[in-house]
C-alpha cells in the first residue's frame, strides 16, 4: 500500500491486522464552519500503542518503520544510528552526524555506521479540539483494534 488507507473508505480487509488511529470530521481551516459531518481522513498505523497526555498531544509507535514513513512522507525516517564497534573517531575522519546523514544517503555505508534506526514513534497536536494533520485539522479521533480475518472466516 503506498498511500494511507483512508476512515470509512478502504476497505477494512486490505488492512493488517492491529491498532490503528483514524481521523474524520476533517476541515481545512480550523474556523471552517461544517455544514455537514466534514471529510474522512487517514488511518494510521498499524500501531504498537496510542497515548493521549492531558488531551493535547496523541503519541503513537508504528509497527514498523515503512508505515512511519508512509505517514509522515515529509520528514526523514532516519532517527539514529549504531556505531560499528570497531570504529574510533579519528582526527579529520570523525563518524557522521545525524542530520549528515539523514541527508547524504551514501553515508550509510560510512564505516562508521553499523545500523541505521528508523524512526516509529509518531505524535499529532491537539489544539483548540482539532488535531492537526498534513495542513488539514480534524474534530475527531478513534483507535481501533482491526482484528483481521479469522481462521475460520471466509470471503
Given at each position: 500500500?503506498d498511500?494511507?488507507?483512508?476512515?470509512?473508505?478502504?476497505?477494512?480487509?486490505?488492512?493488517?491486522p492491529?491498532?490503528?488511529?483514524?481521523l474524520?470530521?476533517?476541515?481545512?481551516t480550523?474556523?471552517?464552519?461544517?455544514?455537514?459531518?466534514?471529510?474522512?481522513?487517514p488511518?494510521?498505523?498499524?500501531?504498537?500503542?496510542v497515548?493521549t497526555?492531558?488531551?493535547?498531544?496523541?503519541?503513537?509507535?508504528?509497527?514498523?518503520?515503512?508505515?512511519?514513513?508512509?505517514?509522515?512522507?515529509d520528514?526523514s525516517?532516519?532517527c539514529?544510528?549504531?556505531?560499528?564497534p570497531?570504529?574510533?573517531?579519528?582526527?579529520?575522519n570523525?563518524?557522521?552526524s545525524?542530520?549528515?546523514?539523514?541527508?547524504?544517503?551514501?553515508?550509510?555505508?560510512?564505516?562508521?555506521?553499523?545500523a541505521?534506526?528508523?524512526q516509529?514513534?509518531?505524535?499529532?497536536?491537539?489544539?483548540?479540539?482539532?488535531?492537526?494533520?498534513?495542513?488539514?485539522?480534524?474534530?475527531?479521533?478513534?483507535?481501533?483494534?482491526?482484528p483481521?480475518?479469522?481462521p475460520?472466516?471466509?470471503n
Amino acid at each position: 500500500m503506498d498511500q494511507l488507507p483512508i476512515y470509512g473508505e478502504t476497505d477494512p480487509a486490505t488492512l493488517r491486522p492491529r491498532l490503528y488511529l483514524a481521523l474524520f470530521h476533517g476541515r481545512d481551516t480550523p474556523d471552517e464552519v461544517l455544514h455537514n459531518w466534514g471529510y474522512p481522513g487517514p488511518m494510521l498505523g498499524p500501531l504498537r500503542y496510542v497515548h493521549t497526555t492531558y488531551a493535547s498531544e496523541i503519541k503513537f509507535a508504528f509497527e514498523d518503520a515503512a508505515n512511519w514513513a508512509l505517514a509522515f512522507a515529509d520528514k526523514s525516517p532516519i532517527c539514529g544510528y549504531r556505531r560499528h564497534p570497531n570504529w574510533r573517531d579519528l582526527p579529520g575522519n570523525p563518524a557522521p552526524s545525524i542530520d549528515a546523514l539523514r541527508g547524504d544517503p551514501a553515508l550509510r555505508h560510512h564505516p562508521a555506521v553499523d545500523a541505521i534506526l528508523y524512526q516509529t514513534d509518531g505524535w499529532l497536536s491537539v489544539r483548540d479540539g482539532l488535531v492537526l494533520y498534513r495542513g488539514r485539522f480534524y474534530g475527531d479521533w478513534t483507535v481501533f483494534h482491526h482484528p483481521g480475518v479469522s481462521p475460520g472466516q471466509t470471503n
